[in-house]
């Protein structure tokens, strides 16, 4: 048998060439990549991904910005004790986005938050890529919009508006759980009242058709606005020496609050109750020995 | 189908003022109902249970409470044209940030204005610096939305009315501390969807004169 071996050497030698040279480049770049620090080594290999995409896909301009947009470097301003920084850490970490916390020292404010919400000069902060965001509601439709995955509000601009709504209430109608252990007398008569309105509302308009969560089957948004009610108000009520919350006067909001933190990200990410009694109790006793 | 759009409304309200904009700006076709503060009607206290506020925009059939909300809805559903939120991600926190202050601060502190309590000279000092902070976020734009009228604009515009009974009630003097403010307000009447909403600064006086006897009565 005759096999025919004779191959033409001077056709591949350009490509043993390339080859060769892609080799070395290839060595090269690993060890420079090799001394590079972890989180530079994630973020080199997720915007080679996405050029990868970009190359391949075709996008629209906007949501290539969002998509290189979503890699910088997010930070948090938050405070361990504040139910509008925990609304932010739920839905960052609902998300998978990694982020810095740096806890802020409220009776000292730092230079980096008064530059950051020179308005308000409070917290949470969102700071991504350096700009930031202030307000807890802003920053999660913020975070919604630049990471879609895993999405805390209705696509339907009509449930959206329900949520929005909802979301609101609850900023306007919050403070009154935390008045309850800052006065006393006439003052806190008035906070608990207005307490359990709110918690009557929810109960009778927020809660209605057997819902798991106030979207439906899945958390949102809403949810995390009334993390207060669910965690904050039973330390509260201890606080005070008050009772307010009875379950068997709100069935749906007691069975919500049961769903609410079990859902592994909230269960996972509360302020340690024995530490908030601790620490209200010291600010009520300075609140009314000041008056 | 057409769309079937109803606005339950008070000619004086500040909030009622910012959906109306809205709707001209997108040109949609609604019908306005008048309600009395004091004497809600049945479709009001269907249609807002919770909080029995106006206004509240009706869209075949569907509910919407909250003006900055429904001012969303509008710019979200009929968005053939003059869009009211930026459509980048930052600016647009930043827009629903200053409308969001905007909300906080400007009718509470102009009610104890006008009310004529004892905290009116503090609510007087703390509306001229809400302005100045303002003023400063505008800086030498045409509009808080750029170069046309934006959400920001919306939301502070109804307020322009208010400024003589500020004047009257307590000499705030908001012309000398925030001109570019001024400017700002005449700037934005030029544009028809704001002229035809906006409200006769004496009529506002002469309504929350009468509107501070009734609470007092109460």
């Known amino acids: 048998m005759n096999i025919n071996l004779d191959f033409n050497y001077k056709s591949i030698k350009p490509f043993i060439f390339i080859c060769f040279h892609f080799g070395i480049l290839a060595l090269v770049f690993s060890l420079i990549v090799h001394r590079l620090s972890q989180t530079r080594k994630d973020a080199l290999i997720g915007s080679l991904s996405l050029i990868t995409i970009r190359l391949t896909v075709d996008a629209r301009p906007t949501a290539t910005l969002i998509e290189f947009s979503n890699m910088e470097e997010v ?19 609902l998300k998978g986005i990694a982020y ?10 730092s230079p980096l938050l008064l530059h950051s919400n020179p308005v308000q000069k409070k917290i949470p902060v969102l700071i991504h890529g350096g700009k930031p965001i202030c307000e807890s509601s802003v920053i999660l439709e913020y975070i919604e919009e630049i990471w879609p995955q895993n999405s805390l509000l209705p696509s339907d601009p009509y449930e959206r508006a329900i949520a929005r709504f909802w979301i609101k209430f609850a900023d306007d109608k919050s403070p009154s759980i935390s008045n309850i252990y800052r006065t006393s007398g006439e003052e806190q008569e008035k906070a608990v009242k207005d307490s359990l309105e709110m918690l009557k509302t929810i109960e009778e308009h927020g809660l209605v058709g057997e819902k798991k969560f106030f979207g439906g089957d899945k958390i949102s948004m809403v949810d995390m606005a009334f993390g207060a009610v669910a965690h904050w108000l039973g330390v509260i009520e201890d606080v005070a020496g008050l009772k307010i919350f009875e379950q068997h ?9 049961q769903n609410f933190k079990e859902v592994p990200i909230i ?25 | 189908m057409e769309d079937e759009v109803v606005l339950l409304d008070l000619w004086a309200s500040p909030f009622a003022i910012r959906v109306k904009i809205a709707l001209e700006e997108k040109g ?15 479709l009001l206290l269907e249609m ?5 506020k106006i206004p509240v925009l009706i869209h075949n059939g ?18 053939h044209k003059s869009p009211l939120l930026p459509s980048d991600p930052y600016q647009r926190s930043q827009a629903l940030f200053w409308a969001d202050y905007i909300d906080k601060k400007i009718y509470g502190i102009g009610r104890r204005i006008w009310m004529g309590k004892e905290d009116q000279e503090e609510a007087k000092e703390e509306l001229i610096q809400t302005f100045k902070t303002i003023e400063r976020e505008l800086g030498d734009k045409l509009y808080f939305g750029g170069e046309s009228i934006g959400y920001v604009d919306v939301a502070l515009v109804p307020f322009t009315s208010w400024f003589y009974t500020y004047e009257t009630c307590a000499n705030c003097g908001i012309e000398a501390a925030c001109p570019k403010l001024i400017a700002w307000a005449k700037r934005c009447k030029e544009n028809e969807s704001v ?3 906006l409200t006769d600064p004496l009529e506002i006086y002469g309504y929350l004169l009468q509107l501070k006897k009734r609470l007092e009565l109460q």
């Open chain 1, 75 to 93: 930070k948090l301003i938050g405070m361990w004790l504040s139910p509008y920084s925990y609304r932010v850490i739920w839905a960052l970490k």
């Open chain 1, 100 to 109: 810095e916390y740096i806890e802020e020292d409220l009776s000292n404010k």
């Open chain 1, 249 to 257: 006067k709100f069935p749906r909001l007691n069975s919500w609050i």
């Open chain 1, 267 to 291: 269960k996972e990410n509360l302020p340690d109750r024995d530490k908030m009694l601790a620490l209200l109790k010291r600010r009520r006793e300075m609140l009314l020995a000041s008056e």
């Open chain 2, 28 to 42: 949609i076709k609604y019908e306005c109902k008048q309600e009395d503060l004091f004497n809600k009607s049945h």
């Open chain 2, 48 to 52: 807002n249970p919770i909080h029995k």
């Open chain 2, 62 to 79: 569907k509910p919407i409470s909250e003006s900055l909300i429904i001012v969303q809805y509008i710019d979200q559903v009929w968005n």
């Open chain 2, 195 to 197: 002229s035809k909403a």
